[in-house]
């Protein structure tokens, strides 16, 4: 092969790399955004369940430690959210909340807690039945956070 063939050659070559160039890194650069902003919409959306699990488990345990009769259709209410919970969470975020809904039909079934009672549990720091769930929760949203990172 002749120089002037290997000179155009090179050109051809290294022109084709050049233009191929920006396509490539625009390519991984939107797909990288694309990625992101699902994750992002995952946060948002698992944030909003896990707000809305919290907010109903809270109420109906409350409930449970004044009372002893519920009201089945609230119980589903927080059955339902365990239930969106298991479609979109790790294993740890879903047993803490099968076992706060565990916590919370047993406690129906118990002697009802005075005021005096619930001050005291509060003050002894045994008054966080959801506890384990928020803080896997927590882990399961930083891990999230991490891939979108």
């Known amino acids: 092969m002749d120089s002037a063939a290997m000179s155009a050659l090179a050109v051809f070559g290294g022109t084709s790399v050049g ?34 699990f919290i907010s109903e488990a809270a109420r109906l ?12 259709n609230e119980l589903v209410s927080l059955y339902a959210l365990t239930s969106r919970i298991r479609l979109v969470s790790p294993d740890d975020v879903v047993h803490a909340a099968e076992e706060m809904v ?23 720091s045994r008054a966080d039945p959801l506890k384990r769930f928020s803080t896997a929760c927590r882990k399961d949203l930083q891990r999230l956070v991490r891939l979108a990172g």
């Open 19 to 52: 233009s191929l160039s920006p396509v490539l890194s625009n390519y991984v650069l939107q797909r990288r955004v694309a990625r992101r902003d699902l994750i992002n919409r995952e946060i948002a959306e698992r944030q909003k369940l896990y707000s809305d």
């Open 61 to 72: 345990h409350a409930d449970a430690m004044t009372k002893n009769i519920f009201d089945l």
């Open 102 to 124: 565990r916590s919370t039909v047993q406690r129906y079934g118990e002697i009802n807690m005075t005021l005096e009672d619930l001050r005291e549990a509060a003050l002894a």
